[in-house]
């Protein structure tokens, strides 16, 4: 609790305390003077240890930029502000809500986390749907991304797969974070450091094709919590899947592109039947195909092992007339052999050339190569025909596309009968890259609907209470989930599994199967009740579950949703077409269950809340009726009447009804008031005779077992009353207790069709209990009374005999006085020692016995004489006790310092006398060859000052601290201190009677301190 809810309503501050946002209170500079519960957990402290903290200052790093903004205007224009923003704090979204009063904001947090993933979800597939190359995906998932997740920029850095990059909003601060997660394949999150990131990478297929890395506001205390990190994950998987989608489409153009290309030379080739055309067709088009300077084939004619130059294109044959054959070397190998493509950027630098004698290299006069294609020829039965070698002068005017040009016209130059194969093998991989198209597009889509689902059941879990309702999302959850699925919800109904809710798909014969209830011992269901976890059944036999008519299920789950510590329902989930549960299923049900036991869970709460508020306001109602009754009880108020008030009260609070109270008397119960009218004459008749004690259990089971009983339906016949009592419905019997012990029992009847509820019996208990108290606490205050009368009368009486005794007393001690002076003046010389010795006691004794007469005077005149408590200046009757103990510190060489004394309500003459006590105690009890130094000091207190009387004596134990106090007691022989034991009693009177308080401390061989507190002027005055 804080301050702030120690003023406001208990239930008010109940409610703040219990509410489902965070709410806290900051004043004008920003300190925070209220935090709820849920504040002080989201902050990770006590709401008491936020008190006081400044919102700016020491949490600058949880709330976002727009808090400034909102913040003013609330102030400026003392209206209400509300603003969404991502939230530092949760690793989500928040709706803020700011309530200025003056200066002071009265700030609200909802999370609306789950709203914005979802509506991020939404946004971020209909961005990705409209999205249709790679550029126009990673913009839209690098928009959404950064906007759903709050952050204050974003960047997509290339990967494995050559993507382009993107960036947005803030810079992205250089990090290793990138390279962490394209080598580890998973995201990597940060949050030390002065900004927050997170790398996640975009995978498809296993490839890395880029790292989308967010970056947060600086400061910012990001914790990436497992839903957020989740949840950022879920984003860019999407974006990946969208990522493999375009470029499957991408490629899928491409292909279709390269098709084309053949596609309109393949014809030509394809209808030539002279094989120079043919090869110089083939040529020509690869020369065409390629963007080649010049090209060749070189041509194996069958049995031959050599391959001479068989066609040109972009130069002349005399180029090559004076160059012999190729060889088979390690650069032409690969080619003529049949094996590999080779493909180089710059050929004069790959290894393999330049490695044959005599050149060493392109000969003299050879057309210029740097970029260089080489592709085989080989016939569909795999025998080597030759190969396609392609030049140009400059480096790196060969890619990918030309080189599947040049393969794809190699293959058709093969044999012309290959052509309509290939194109067939061709179309079979275009059909294939679009199935594979379709399926990834038709598993987003069930994704999509997945979650969307998903998404429907967590928001229903947390706003809905209804069993069946929240049921049906769960199993609308399963069936978009799971192909082939069927589920259902049971509740527990005696001995029985019945199912109140199922999937529409199930077959008629298994509804009356799993309607007309599963046993409790059925295997599956047993397991799951005992155990409090989900059972997964691999391979289900319906006869051994004992579940007819389940046979077509290969698989089935079981969730039990627990409440409290029973098993109220069971959620069963059924697999047609799979055999066992995978990872991801059993994740899925475990997830559904979870949620749904938590709601119902929330409901049941929330049914017990209500309960319990309803009984609490029934007993505020009783207890607020039962308050009129004894607002203006007196002491001498009548019990019959208090008993009457309370069976009014209880009829006032209940429907239409009576009240009779009994008492027992002998052997009957003998009615001694009634409230209402009975509505039959017969009944008033028998109960105004009075019924048998022990033969009416109505009122005898109470008056026994001190219990209420309650009875939903009376039964007459017990009472002995039969057919008297059939318009009365339901009967309540209340034992009345006084002291502990029963003295009657109340019976309250209500007519009509009733019973009692949990509210009703709530309401007869409390004003029952209130008023077994009431009598009570009317007895014991007529017995305090008359104790207190008593004690006040007793002390009395000792007071006036205490001060009449001690003023009697002063005259024959007088007398004692003046004839031993008398006795001492005349005939001293006539006494000897021993006798002089007696006088001596007898002088001694009597001058004892006067100081003695003179305190009790003094302390029974503190009682029978009190003046009244004015403003006194301390210092003034300090210095009377002074003044009057002047000879005895004169003499013992004693020294009083005090500082500045207040002024205090009191008697200046006893305070006097408070000040001499406690200076001549110091005195008197100081130590040998030390002079008496006394310290004299107050400081304030509340509002009273507390003094110190401090000395340099003898001291004392502590534990004789109380003792000192007490009349007539002392701590030393009188033979070596003299003193009554009657001054520190004489100082505790004194300072009690100005209600202050007294105490002491004392440690042998160094001395005592004194401590009492009187009221300061100010006190006494408000007082």
Known sequence: MTPVSDA??????????????????????????????????????????????????????????????????????????????????????????????????????????????????????????????????????????????????????????GLPQATTGDPVPESDLPTEARRTRH?????????????????????????????????????????????????????????????????LAWQADVLDTLGRVGPSIAAELDLGRLMQAVTDAGVALSGAEHGALFYRPPGSEAYPLYSLSGATRESFAAFPPPRLTALLGPTLGGQAVVRSDDITLDPRFGQNAPHRGLPPGHLPVRSYLAVPVVSRSGAVLGGLLFGHAEPGRFDERAEQLVVGLAAQAAVALDN?????????????????????????????????????????????????????????????????????YYEREDELWRARVWTDDIAPEVVASITGGIPLEAPAFAEAERTREPVFVDGWNAGEQQVAETEEYGTVALYPLTVGTEVPGMLAVGLKTEGQWSERGRAIVSSAGRSLALSLERADSARQLAAQRDALEARTRALEAFADLSRDLTLEADAGLLIRRAQEIMLSLLPDGYSVYWEPEEESWVKRSQVGDLRSEALQRELDAGLPLRETPTMWVPYQTGEPLYQDTYDGDRDGLGEQVEHIAAVASLPVRVGGVVQGV???????????????????????????????????????????????????ELERFAYVASHDLQEPLRTIASFTELIVKRHAESLGPQGRRYLDFVVKGAERMKALIDDLLVFSRLNAVQEPLVPVPSAEPLAEALERLHGTMEASGARVVTGELPTVLGASSELAQLFQNLIGNAVKFRREGAAPVVEIGAVPEGGFWHFTVRDNGIGFEPEYAERVFQMFQRLHLRERYEGTGMGLAIVRKIVERCGGRVWAEGQPGVGSTFHFTLQGVEAGEQG
């Open 8 to 161: 406001l309503p208990a239930v008010l501050a109940r409610w703040l305390e219990l509410a489902d946002d965070a709410l806290f209170v900051v004043d004008g500079s920003g300190r925070i003077v209220y935090a709820n519960a849920l504040t002080g957990r989201l902050a990770g402290q006590a709401p008491a240890a936020l008190v006081g903290q400044v919102l700016e200052r020491d949490f600058a790093g949880h709330f976002s930029s727009r808090w400034a903004e909102f913040r003013d205007r609330a102030r400026q224009t003392g209206e209400p502000t509300e603003y969404e923003a991502p939230s530092p704090l949760l690793g989500g979204w928040v709706r803020v809500r700011v309530v200025p009063d003056g200066d002071t904001l009265a700030v609200q947090l909802r999370d609306v986390t789950a709203l914005h993933r979802a509506e991020a979800l939404q946004d971020l597939s209909a961005a990705l749907a409209g999205a249709h190359t790679p550029a126009d995906v990673l913009g839209a998932l690098l928009r959404e991304v950064v906007a759903a997740a709050g952050a204050a920029g974003g960047q997509i850095v290339d990967g494995e797969g």
């Open 187 to 251: 995201p990597v999150f940060r949050s030390a450091g002065p900004v927050p990131l997170a790398a996640l990478p975009l995978c498809v297929d296993g490839e890395v094709l880029g790292v989308l890395t967010l970056a947060f506001g600086a400061g910012e205390q990001r914790g990436f919590a497992p839903p957020e990190r989740a949840f950022l994950e879920v984003l860019v998987q999407q974006g990946a899947q969208a990522l493999g989608r375009v470029r499957a489409q991408e490629r």
């Open 420 to 488: 309509a194969q290939l194109y067939q093998e061709v179309q079979e991989e275009r059909a294939r890259l679009e199935g594979r198209v379709a399926e990834r597009t038709r598993e987003l889509a069930e994704q999509a609907t997945a979650l969307g689902a998903f998404v429907r059941f967590t928001e229903a879990v947390g706003t809905r209470t209804d069993v069946s309702s929240l049921a049906r999302e769960a199993l609308g959850v399963f069936r978009s989930f799971f192909a082939e699925c069927s589920a259902a």
């Open 746 to 796: 109340i019976v309250v009847g209500l007519f009509g069709d009733r019973r009692w509820t949990g509210t009703d019996r709530a309401l007869l208990d409390t004003v029952a209990r209130s008023l077994s108290l009431t009598l009570e606490g009317a007895d014991k205050a007529r017995a305090l009374q008359r104790r207190t009368a008593d004690l006040e009368r007793s002390n009395a």
